[in-house]
């Protein structure tokens, strides 16, 4: 089966084109990852990702912060973390708003890895990007901007039907004798 069949096959109603969406970002997150991993040294696309937005913050942000940021655990950020900060790009230090807590600080390494190796990510972000219009390109960002509310909306709908069940349980077990 080839792409082009694939298509075809979840493109003739709303519910199919839904499906195949979600298939699509799952797939393509893979691609981006395996290409970038395979194309950019020195770091993997996800710690790349995670460099980026502590070198775009004013302030530490903590790895509980970093992980709400990025879409990921506490857990998963720690072990990017840790592996950038074997490699001298940044800092793991205490938060200055809750010592408990740690957050990341990017080191000079950091900061001349931005400045020179960085153009060879911009060259292949550029590359990827050149089968779009321009219309294309902003019509796209406001439907990623879009999936972002239908994600926060299904995190509800998650968590108040988590809560539901949380007290139903808490509710039978206060009925037993």
């Known amino acids: 089966m080839s792409l082009d069949d694939l298509i075809a096959r979840f493109s003739d109603t709303t519910e199919n084109q839904s499906k195949a969406i979600f298939s699509t970002i799952f797939i393509a997150g893979n691609k981006l990852q395996t290409l970038f991993d395979q194309r950019i040294p020195q770091v993997s696309l996800k710690q790349f990702m995670l460099l980026s937005i502590v070198r775009q913050t004013k302030e530490p942000l903590t790895f509980t912060q970093l992980g709400n ?5 506490r857990q998963n ?21 809750d010592t408990r807590a740690l957050c990341i600080c990017p080191t000079e390494k950091a900061d001349r890895y931005f400045q020179n190796d960085f153009a060879a990510y911009q060259a292949e972000l550029k590359y990827l990007f050149e089968v779009y219009t321009e219309e294309e390109i902003k019509m796209l960002f406001v439907l990623l901007s879009k999936l972002y509310a239908g994600i926060d909306h299904m995190e509800q709908k998650i968590t108040a039907s988590s809560e539901t069940t949380n007290t139903d349980i808490y509710d039978s077990n206060k009925r037993r004798p």
Do not use: E, H
């Open 77 to 97: 950020i720690k072990k990017l973390a840790n592996v950038l900060a074997k490699k001298g790009f940044i800092d793991i230090r205490p938060s200055p708003r």
């Open 69 to 73: 940021l990025l879409g990921c655990s």
